[in-house]
């Protein structure tokens, strides 16, 4: 019982220790107006960005259609915004409808290769 306690801590700090290592590098910056980046429309906070200046998260200021995901404007539980991934398609958001089994306010988070 001792052994496979110790061995799962160990296989939990491993895998986060990979997952904090293949992290990209993003900066912040603060939004004094509603601005549209990329095609967004990005809500009056913060926005983060990729070493390249795309996108990596921020807050939508109006509901926003992503293919059949649909994203609610503003603040969302959690406070973590819409996120993407360095290609630009969508990571991570809340449901501002119910969507595939999911329920609006439930956090979806979306593999890389969907589009």
């Known amino acids: ?3 496979n306690a110790l061995l799962g801590v160990l296989l939990c700090g491993l895998s986060g220790w990979g997952w ?3 992290q990209p590098q993003t900066s912040r910056k603060k939004l004094e107006q509603i ?13 983060w960005f990729y070493a390249d200046g795309r996108l990596e998260r921020s807050f939508v200021s109006k509901d926003t259609q992503f293919g059949e ?3 609610p404007s503003g603040f969302h539980q959690g406070g973590y915004g819409t ?5 630009g398609k ?3 958001c809340f449901l501002s409808r119910d969507y595939e089994g ?4 439930q956090e979806i ?7």
């Not at 996120?83 to 290609?87: H, L, N, Q, T």
């Not at 999911?102 to 306010?105: A, D």
């Not at 988070?109 to 589009?115: F, G, L, M």
């Open 35 to 47: 601005t549209e980046i990329q095609g967004y429309s990005c809500a009056k906070d913060y926005a």
């Open 83 to 87: 996120s993407f991934y360095e290609s």
């Open 109 to 115: 988070v979306r593999p890389p290769d969907v589009h």
């Open 1 to 3: 019982m001792r052994k």
């Open 90 to 92: 969508l990571h991570k």
């Open 20 to 22: 904090a290592a293949e």
């Open 69 to 71: 995901v649909q994203v």
């Open 102 to 105: 999911l329920r609006k306010g």
